[in-house]
Protein backbone atom coordinates (compact mmCIF):
# COMPACT_ATOMS: atom_id res chain seq x y z
CA UNK A 1 0.00 0.00 0.00
CA UNK A 2 1.74 3.37 -1.13
CA UNK A 3 1.88 5.87 1.53
CA UNK A 4 0.22 8.75 0.01
CA UNK A 5 -3.46 7.56 -1.62
CA UNK A 6 -5.35 10.14 -3.83
CA UNK A 7 -8.71 9.81 -5.49
CA UNK A 8 -9.85 9.88 -7.63
CA UNK A 9 -6.81 9.12 -10.17
CA UNK A 10 -8.80 11.19 -13.22
CA UNK A 11 -11.63 13.26 -13.19
CA UNK A 12 -13.38 15.09 -15.82
CA UNK A 13 -15.85 17.48 -14.98
CA UNK A 14 -17.70 20.94 -16.94
CA UNK A 15 -16.89 24.05 -16.58
CA UNK A 16 -18.57 26.00 -13.02
CA UNK A 17 -18.93 22.65 -11.38
CA UNK A 18 -17.41 21.94 -7.55
CA UNK A 19 -14.05 20.03 -7.49
CA UNK A 20 -12.95 17.69 -4.94
CA UNK A 21 -9.73 15.73 -5.11
CA UNK A 22 -9.27 13.44 -1.52
CA UNK A 23 -5.62 12.47 -0.26
CA UNK A 24 -4.94 9.86 2.23
CA UNK A 25 -1.94 8.88 4.06
CA UNK A 26 -0.42 7.01 6.37
CA UNK A 27 2.40 7.87 7.93
CA UNK A 28 2.96 10.50 10.68
CA UNK A 29 3.63 14.05 8.76
CA UNK A 30 4.73 17.32 9.53
CA UNK A 31 3.01 19.25 6.32
CA UNK A 32 0.94 18.39 3.46
CA UNK A 33 1.48 19.69 0.40
CA UNK A 34 -0.65 20.12 -2.56
CA UNK A 35 1.04 20.84 -6.19
CA UNK A 36 -0.06 21.64 -9.65
CA UNK A 37 1.40 20.44 -12.81
CA UNK A 38 0.48 21.98 -15.78
CA UNK A 39 0.25 19.85 -19.60
CA UNK A 40 3.61 21.83 -20.03
CA UNK A 41 4.91 19.93 -17.05
CA UNK A 42 5.82 22.79 -14.55
CA UNK A 43 5.50 22.15 -11.28
CA UNK A 44 3.68 24.97 -9.07
CA UNK A 45 3.05 24.58 -5.21
CA UNK A 46 -0.53 25.20 -4.31
CA UNK A 47 -1.09 25.20 -0.75
CA UNK A 48 1.11 24.13 2.14
CA UNK A 49 -0.36 22.89 5.22
CA UNK A 50 -0.23 21.11 8.73
CA UNK A 51 -3.66 21.59 10.45
CA UNK A 52 -7.05 23.43 9.46
CA UNK A 53 -7.75 25.06 5.56
CA UNK A 54 -6.47 27.38 3.67
CA UNK A 55 -7.92 29.45 0.62
CA UNK A 56 -6.74 30.92 -2.34
CA UNK A 57 -8.73 32.49 -5.12
CA UNK A 58 -11.17 29.90 -5.93
CA UNK A 59 -8.71 27.00 -4.29
CA UNK A 60 -9.22 25.39 -0.73
CA UNK A 61 -6.92 23.28 0.89
CA UNK A 62 -8.22 21.32 3.54
CA UNK A 63 -6.36 19.01 6.57
CA UNK A 64 -7.39 16.75 9.18
CA UNK A 65 -4.34 15.10 10.95
CA UNK A 66 -6.73 12.60 12.78
CA UNK A 67 -7.99 11.15 10.17
CA UNK A 68 -4.81 11.59 8.19
CA UNK A 69 -6.81 12.45 5.12
CA UNK A 70 -6.49 16.06 3.08
CA UNK A 71 -8.97 17.09 0.01
CA UNK A 72 -8.28 19.98 -2.51
CA UNK A 73 -11.54 21.44 -3.75
CA UNK A 74 -11.96 23.82 -6.52
CA UNK A 75 -14.37 26.20 -7.07
CA UNK A 76 -16.50 27.58 -10.24
CA UNK A 77 -13.91 25.33 -11.98
CA UNK A 78 -12.83 26.40 -15.45
CA UNK A 79 -10.83 25.00 -18.25
CA UNK A 80 -7.26 26.50 -17.22
CA UNK A 81 -7.66 24.24 -13.90
CA UNK A 82 -7.20 20.90 -15.58
CA UNK A 83 -4.25 19.88 -14.62
CA UNK A 84 -2.45 17.22 -12.51
CA UNK A 85 -2.87 17.58 -9.10
CA UNK A 86 -0.31 15.89 -6.81
CA UNK A 87 -0.66 15.52 -2.84
CA UNK A 88 3.00 15.36 -1.22
CA UNK A 89 3.43 14.59 2.42
CA UNK A 90 6.49 15.60 4.66
CA UNK A 91 7.90 13.03 7.31
CA UNK A 92 6.48 13.90 11.12
CA UNK A 93 10.58 14.58 12.21
CA UNK A 94 10.84 17.81 13.17
CA UNK A 95 13.43 19.62 10.02
CA UNK A 96 12.25 16.50 7.58
CA UNK A 97 12.64 17.68 4.04
CA UNK A 98 11.80 14.44 2.38
CA UNK A 99 8.53 14.68 0.73
CA UNK A 100 6.49 11.53 -0.55
CA UNK A 101 4.10 11.71 -3.30
CA UNK A 102 0.52 10.54 -4.09
CA UNK A 103 0.41 9.36 -7.86
CA UNK A 104 -1.73 12.65 -9.01
CA UNK A 105 -5.31 13.26 -9.98
CA UNK A 106 -5.95 14.19 -13.66
CA UNK A 107 -8.22 16.64 -13.72
CA UNK A 108 -9.94 17.86 -16.83
CA UNK A 109 -12.45 20.79 -17.42
CA UNK A 110 -14.69 20.81 -20.39
CA UNK A 111 -16.30 24.02 -21.23
CA UNK B 1 14.26 36.31 -8.87
CA UNK B 2 14.48 33.92 -11.75
CA UNK B 3 13.24 30.88 -10.16
CA UNK B 4 14.95 27.38 -10.44
CA UNK B 5 16.92 26.58 -13.63
CA UNK B 6 17.64 23.91 -14.51
CA UNK B 7 19.66 22.92 -18.03
CA UNK B 8 19.76 21.34 -20.13
CA UNK B 9 15.78 21.08 -20.84
CA UNK B 10 16.23 18.06 -23.20
CA UNK B 11 18.97 15.75 -23.33
CA UNK B 12 18.80 12.90 -25.57
CA UNK B 13 21.67 10.32 -25.36
CA UNK B 14 22.88 6.49 -26.13
CA UNK B 15 23.04 4.17 -23.57
CA UNK B 16 26.49 4.18 -21.97
CA UNK B 17 26.76 7.66 -22.04
CA UNK B 18 27.68 9.88 -19.40
CA UNK B 19 24.81 12.70 -18.80
CA UNK B 20 25.11 15.81 -16.42
CA UNK B 21 21.97 17.22 -15.20
CA UNK B 22 22.41 20.41 -13.89
CA UNK B 23 20.44 23.53 -11.92
CA UNK B 24 20.67 26.75 -10.01
CA UNK B 25 18.58 27.14 -6.88
CA UNK B 26 16.71 30.20 -5.75
CA UNK B 27 19.18 32.79 -4.25
CA UNK B 28 19.10 32.81 -0.44
CA UNK B 29 17.19 29.14 -0.66
CA UNK B 30 19.44 26.60 1.13
CA UNK B 31 17.91 23.42 0.71
CA UNK B 32 18.01 21.94 -2.96
CA UNK B 33 15.88 18.88 -4.10
CA UNK B 34 16.50 16.39 -7.02
CA UNK B 35 13.30 14.45 -8.29
CA UNK B 36 12.37 12.01 -11.08
CA UNK B 37 9.14 11.76 -12.39
CA UNK B 38 8.54 8.56 -14.69
CA UNK B 39 4.72 7.14 -15.66
CA UNK B 40 5.20 4.26 -14.27
CA UNK B 41 6.58 5.62 -10.67
CA UNK B 42 5.45 9.25 -10.63
CA UNK B 43 7.61 11.83 -8.84
CA UNK B 44 10.46 9.90 -6.24
CA UNK B 45 13.31 12.05 -4.54
CA UNK B 46 16.35 10.92 -5.31
CA UNK B 47 18.78 13.52 -2.87
CA UNK B 48 18.33 16.63 -0.95
CA UNK B 49 21.15 18.95 0.15
CA UNK B 50 21.07 21.57 3.43
CA UNK B 51 23.37 23.75 2.64
CA UNK B 52 25.11 22.02 0.41
CA UNK B 53 25.53 19.01 2.10
CA UNK B 54 23.70 15.65 1.28
CA UNK B 55 21.55 14.91 3.62
CA UNK B 56 19.42 11.65 2.34
CA UNK B 57 20.40 10.30 -0.98
CA UNK B 58 18.55 6.88 -0.18
CA UNK B 59 16.41 7.66 -3.06
CA UNK B 60 19.22 7.64 -5.55
CA UNK B 61 18.35 4.32 -7.56
CA UNK B 62 22.13 2.85 -7.80
CA UNK B 63 25.89 3.81 -8.17
CA UNK B 64 25.50 4.50 -11.41
CA UNK B 65 23.83 7.93 -10.01
CA UNK B 66 25.66 10.87 -8.04
CA UNK B 67 25.21 14.73 -7.28
CA UNK B 68 26.84 17.30 -5.88
CA UNK B 69 26.55 20.91 -4.80
CA UNK B 70 30.07 22.33 -4.54
CA UNK B 71 28.33 25.78 -3.98
CA UNK B 72 24.85 27.55 -2.77
CA UNK B 73 24.18 28.15 -6.24
CA UNK B 74 25.04 25.10 -8.08
CA UNK B 75 23.99 21.41 -8.14
CA UNK B 76 24.64 18.35 -10.60
CA UNK B 77 22.79 15.29 -10.98
CA UNK B 78 25.26 13.00 -13.35
CA UNK B 79 24.40 9.49 -14.66
CA UNK B 80 27.60 7.22 -15.55
CA UNK B 81 26.89 5.06 -17.59
CA UNK B 82 23.46 6.06 -18.29
CA UNK B 83 20.71 3.51 -19.55
CA UNK B 84 17.81 3.44 -21.45
CA UNK B 85 14.95 2.83 -18.07
CA UNK B 86 16.96 6.34 -16.75
CA UNK B 87 14.65 7.88 -19.22
CA UNK B 88 12.55 10.46 -17.00
CA UNK B 89 11.90 13.84 -16.68
CA UNK B 90 14.29 15.03 -13.96
CA UNK B 91 13.52 18.06 -11.32
CA UNK B 92 15.34 20.12 -8.92
CA UNK B 93 13.43 22.23 -6.60
CA UNK B 94 14.49 24.48 -3.74
CA UNK B 95 13.67 25.84 -0.53
CA UNK B 96 14.78 27.97 2.61
CA UNK B 97 14.53 26.85 5.80
CA UNK B 98 12.32 28.75 8.95
CA UNK B 99 13.38 27.97 12.33
CA UNK B 100 10.75 24.42 13.53
CA UNK B 101 8.33 25.19 10.58
CA UNK B 102 7.60 24.10 7.24
CA UNK B 103 8.32 25.64 4.26
CA UNK B 104 7.52 25.47 0.27
CA UNK B 105 9.37 23.76 -2.59
CA UNK B 106 10.16 26.13 -6.08
CA UNK B 107 10.14 23.33 -8.74
CA UNK B 108 12.56 24.22 -11.45
CA UNK B 109 11.29 23.51 -15.19
CA UNK B 110 13.09 20.12 -15.36
CA UNK B 111 14.83 18.21 -17.76
CA UNK B 112 13.51 15.50 -19.85
CA UNK B 113 16.00 13.08 -20.60
CA UNK B 114 15.75 10.29 -23.17
CA UNK B 115 18.49 7.64 -23.48
CA UNK B 116 18.47 5.47 -26.56
Known sequence: KN??????????AQEGEFITINCSYSVGI???HWLQQ?????????FMLSSGKKKHGRLIATINIQEKHSSL??????PRDSAVYICA???????AQKLVFGQGTRLTINP | DAGVIQSPR???TEMGQEVTLRCKPISGHDYLFWYRQTMMRGLELLIYFNNNVPID????????????MPNASFSTLKIQPSEPRDSAVYFCASSFSLAGGPHTQYFGPGTRLTVL
Open chain 1, 30 to 32: SAL
Open chain 1, 73 to 78: HITASH
Open chain 2, 57 to 68: DSGMPEDRFSAK
Open chain 1, 3 to 12: EVEQSPQNLT
Open chain 1, 89 to 95: VRGGVQG
Open chain 2, 10 to 12: HEV
Open chain 1, 38 to 46: HPGGGIVSL
